[in-house]
């Protein structure tokens, strides 16, 4: 029955998993899921390949399981992959039930991963269609990868201004002793072996909508049948005297995450914005900088997007450690000596040594080179795209940080939503939309911050919000928290409480509306 590469093995009895219960167990030492979902077993990778949260501890609806950590969702029938942030899909597993004991089949090499590369169609070269994807982010890539996965055998290709293939951004601010290299969501080798061309350190400057051609800074230019701008966002910039200083940085790229990590550390360091990178940045370098001080305008970190309640619990953790706060005030100096900066100047008069300044302020959509052009951008710059992820322009798409989209959980008003795997749902959409399969965009916005080893969960769109409603203690750092506007809950967030927040974004996922009573 066993051949030398696959294993057949009793797991349990049928009678020790409930009907929805999902169970970690062990096939030749390796973890497996088995699942019973209406008195069906299914058996499936243990692991989200995302970052290796243990899938057994997620949320099981229907027949889409739902990570614990931030959010991604599988099909447990196929194993495969239906929400982002992970790219990849997990193996599955044969099941039979003999006289009441459950077995699983498997290949070895299967066990041995906990994730599965979804197939995809070859380019061939009789095909003369173009997708031209602009930018290197999560957004192009998962636009490149599902119009493979769908059969497009054309021409992609992804240029990007950035010198690398797309990496996980979210671990700039979160772990920043990392090299390049090791937040590659995709290696080069990869890309190359589904017929990508992927273009480093080549910035688009215009595009002429009308002969359909994209210009480079380097002279060249491109002709697309089909056109995706997912050019992303840019941190703000300080305008204030002094801020040609050496050692002031943004935090955007690998390279500026190991340069602020190796200025800052034993050294008096500046950090200007209690945003979420803001607060990553401090607290990631909270015992390694020799002091911190966060300016910020606002009473508290993440007002606008957390609120004061959340942004209370974390301005507490960081202080325990050590980082100074200077709220309601801002930066209106920077002093400096040999062209470096030594000194902050905030408008309450205080003086801070800096070492070295971190800007965390603002998020500007990158769409300046579309300046002049036809294509409609809202008063901030970024794209109006409709649920298709369509332009007002023909063949036209675009995704990720650079649009303003229609949000259900906002009952259709526009919004720009900064997070990967909102950048990643855009970017297949747009995909399957290029292809002509009017797709239009279901996604329930899911992200996460870690501070200190501790991770803040959000899920849903809490924009426009009048009221909260707390489970557990704020206190204690350890809640459940619902914001509600008209009267429904549209946006959770929590600390230390899987996987209530992955909960709540499968309810809002089927349109299910959860009122304040039943919040309380």
Known sequence: MESSDTITEEVCREDDVGDGQLLEVTVAGYPVLLVRNRREFRALGSKCPHYGAPLSKGV??????????????????????????ALDCIPCFKVTVEDGKVFITAKKKDLESSQRVKDTSRRCLLNKNTMLLLGGGVAALACAETLRQEGFTGRIIMATKEKHVPYDKSKLSKEMDLKAEDIYLRKPEFLQ?????????????????????????????QKYHQLLIATGSHSGFLKVPGADLQNICTLQTPEES???????????LVIVGASFIGMEVAAFLSDRAGAISVVEREQLPFQHALGPQVGGVAMKMLQNKGVKFHMKTELCELKGKDGKVTEAVLANGEKLPADVVVVGIGSIPSSAFLKGTSIARDAKGAILVDLHMQTNIPKVFAAGDVVTFPVALLGGDRSSIHHQQVAEAHGRCAALNMLGRGEELHTVPY???????????????????????????????????????????????????????SLIAEVLYVGKQISKEEAE
Request: with cysteine; charged share 25%; net charge positive.
């Open 60 to 85: 099981l609806r229907g027949e889409r399981l739902r990570c614990p950590w931030h959010g991604a969702c599988f099909n447990i029938r196929t194993g495969d992959i239906e929400e982002y942030p």
């Open 193 to 221: 072996a589904r017929g990508i061309e992927f273009w480093t350190e080549k910035e688009a400057v215009s595009v002429d909508f009308q002969k359909q051609k994209v210009r480079f800074m380097d002279g060249s230019s």
């Open 258 to 268: 190991s340069k602020i990590l190796e200025l800052a550390t034993g050294k008096n």
């Open 447 to 501: 992200f996460w911050s870690t501070l200190l080893g501790k991770s803040i969960r959000y899920a849903g769109c809490g924009k426009g919000y009048t009221d909260t409603v707390v489970k557990g203690s704020l206190e204690q750092q350890k809640f459940l928290l619902f914001y509600i506007r008209d009267g429904h809950v549209t946006a959770a967030a929590s600390l230390d409480c899987d996987p209530m927040v």
